[in-house]
């Protein structure tokens, strides 16, 4: 199964919020669907995240 990442571009959606930060889908994507960053857990919510 390949993992996929979904962009809401609507107003408020996950594309707006990560543009605050100065970043691109592309960018994201990037980092999330690397096989060789390890995911690692949010010690405060118990999810998974990626640094990169």
């Given at each position: 199964?390949?993992?996929t990442v979904i962009w809401d571009d609507d107003p408020g959606g996950n594309v707006e919020h990560i543009a605050v930060n100065g970043l691109t889908p592309d960018e994201v994507d990037a980092v999330l669907l690397?096989?060789?960053?390890?995911?690692?857990?949010?010690?405060s919510t118990g999810k998974p995240c990626k640094f990169g």
């Open positions: 199964m390949n993992p690397d096989p060789y960053l390890p995911t690692q857990t949010n010690r």
